[in-house]
């Protein structure tokens, strides 16, 4: 999962960066509002989190444009303590969700778990597939009960595709949503993830569909 943080604030910014990475998301980070509307405009986030006071462009404009332009990933505003007037506006902008600082990291991290598994469709942090239960909180896999390990990018790779799991998702959709932007894209490092998870969780859970991409097999599928 790939997401933004747009805050002006160089500190948080660094904060908010280490925490989600740390978490297991690829982040990229933008400083002021022009830089972010930009970001959030050409790649495609699995969630953003967008900070209301911000130089050259607000918070509240930015998303404004990017709603106005279709597009509808989660976003997680950052509103100051006692601007109630920011969390309206900003729910009317079209954000999800909002976190008033200060704030524990924590507090954010299990909203932007709340805001990506249901844009997937999910009620709980846990994802299953037949004999297959991937926990996205604590990033752990089972199989039938088993304990599964799996290296981060393995994780990475199935936690994306369980979350959707109704549709074939590219090679390139996959590395687009889970590398940061400095990272050295080879989608062929992908098709590596691929076999491991193939031999290590399952070899009929994740289907190749030939010049598309991989999906999840589901049980009904499979009779
Ligand atoms: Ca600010």
């Known amino acids: 999962m790939r997401i933004l943080v747009v ?10 960066v280490t925490a989600l990475t740390e978490a297991g998301y690829a982040v990229d980070s933008a400083t002021d509002g022009e830089d972010g509307h ?29 709603r106005r332009d279709g597009r509808t990933m989660p976003v997680l505003i950052l ?17 999800d969700d909002y976190v008033a600082k200060p704030f524990h990291m924590e507090e954010v991290l299990a909203r932007i778990r709340a805001l990506v598994r249901r844009a997937a469709g999910h009620a709980s942090n846990e994802i299953e597939c037949g004999p297959v239960r991937l926990d996205v909180r604590s990033g752990r896999v089972s199989v039938n009960g088993n304990p599964v390990k799996l290296t981060s990018h393995e994780f990475k790779v199935l936690e994306y595709l369980m979350h959707h799991r ?15 932007q400095d990272f050295d894209r080879d989608s062929n490092t992908i098709e590596v993830f691929v076999g491991r998870l193939r ?16 999906r999840i097999v589901t049980p009904s599928d499979a009779v």
């Open 7 to 16: 805050e002006d604030d160089p500190d948080l910014n660094r904060q908010m």
């Open 38 to 66: 930009f970001l959030g405009d050409t790649e495609p986030y699995d969630l953003v989190v967008l900070d209301i006071g911000l130089p050259i462009m607000d918070g509240i404009s930015v998303l404004e444009q990017w």
């Open 79 to 95: 509103t100051a303590r006692d601007r109630w007037s920011d969390k309206v506006q900003g729910i009317d902008a079209g954000a």
């Open 166 to 180: 109704d549709r074939v998702v590219s090679r390139t959709e996959l590395t687009e949503h889970l590398y940061d």
């Open 199 to 214: 031999k290590k969780v399952s070899n009929d859970l994740i289907e190749t569909v030939r010049g598309l991409g991989y």
